[in-house]
């Protein structure tokens, strides 16, 4: 579930309302828009070795908590705009397993209970995020994974938000929700695993590109335990940004993130607990009425999902 997390407070920060008017350069090594992740294993590990596979159970129902701890600086034309921390952001969902096929495909429908916030949050900040709770009630959607929990489809409902300007950032955030699992490996491995997926990510029509790297350090059978690393960019390319006038031109310059962190996935359910760590920094190039400034936006989010009530 990390894409849906890093998404969910990119619609806070006001990054994922930006969408490509020109695409970026397609790296090597990493699937189109769209496709399955690329899945390459870079050791077996230690014996014994298993296969790692999901297997879930028609009409198993879980609910997912989500728990966000956000702060971001921004700097524009050589100026430092002061730090903010956003408040705790809390989001819920249910999800329910419809349907196994005899080869292991999972379909699964999700929906959002909600969102709350922390205490001592901006008054300003808690109404915006008020909004986003009274509306994501309405964002539903299913998905269909392999066993080894690559994304074959996904399809969501934006529902009566379509037209809404949160509809159009939890467009964004349904994008990412497409490729929101954790890749398995194909081969049989054992503790001291490690393996990497690539993903092809649309964030609102901006390409990006994220690399995974994954550490099996535990596995009873039934329970894996995993160190990640993570990196995301997204090549130069000339956006548009709602909150920018028409005659703005924007051009992203740079786009990068890093992280890392621990996950445990229950190979018995959809819903993992993990504990991730991510800072991204983007740089924009901003022309308008003849003046041409640069800005610069970094953020530090720190993500805990885990199975709720």
């Not at 808690?126 to 959607?141: E, P, V, Y």
């Amino acid at each position: 579930m990390r894409q849906s997390i890093v998404a969910g407070f990119l619609i806070v920060a006001g990054i994922s309302t930006l969408s490509a008017r020109t695409p970026g350069q397609q790296p090597e090594g990493y699937p189109a828009v769209g496709a399955p992740a690329i899945v390459t294993l870079i050791s077996a590990g230690a014996a014994p070795r298993s296969a790692l596979r999901y297997t879930v159970s028609a009409g198993d129902k879980q609910h997912m908590d989500m728990t966000m701890n956000m702060s971001m600086s921004m700097d524009m034309g050589g100026m430092s705009m002061p730090a903010m921390t956003l408040p705790d952001m809390k989001m819920g969902a249910d999800l329910v397993v419809t349907d196994v096929s005899p080869a292991g495909d999972l379909t699964f429908t999700i929906a959002y209970t909600g969102v709350t916030v922390g205490a001592g949050a901006d008054p300003a900040i808690a109404a915006q995020l008020q909004t986003m709770s009274d509306n994501i009630k309405s964002f539903k959607g299913s998905a269909t994974l392999n066993n080894r929990g690559v994304t074959r489809t996904a399809n969501f409902d934006l529902g009566k938000m379509a037209d809404s300007q949160v509809g159009q950032m939890m467009k964004s955030m349904s994008d990412q929700l497409k490729n929101m699992s954790t890749p398995l490996p194909e081969e049989e491995v054992g503790v001291g695993a490690r393996w990497e997926s690539r993903q092809a990510l649309d964030a609102n029509g901006m390409k990006m590109f994220q690399k995974t790297q994954f550490e099996l350090v535990a596995f009873d059978g039934k329970t894996a335990t995993l160190k990640t690393k993570i990196e995301q960019t997204a090549p130069p390319q000339a956006i548009s940004n709602p909150a920018m006038p028409p005659d703005a031109d924007v051009q992203l310059q740079q786009m990068t993130s890093a992280g890392s962190g621990t996950m445990t996935l229950r190979l018995n359910g959809l819903v993992p607990t993990s504990d991730i760590s991510v800072e991204s920094t983007v740089v924009m190039q901003v022309a308008l009425g003849g003046n041409t400034q640069q800005m610069g936006i970094t953020t530090s989010l720190k993500t805990t999902v885990a199975p709720g009530k």
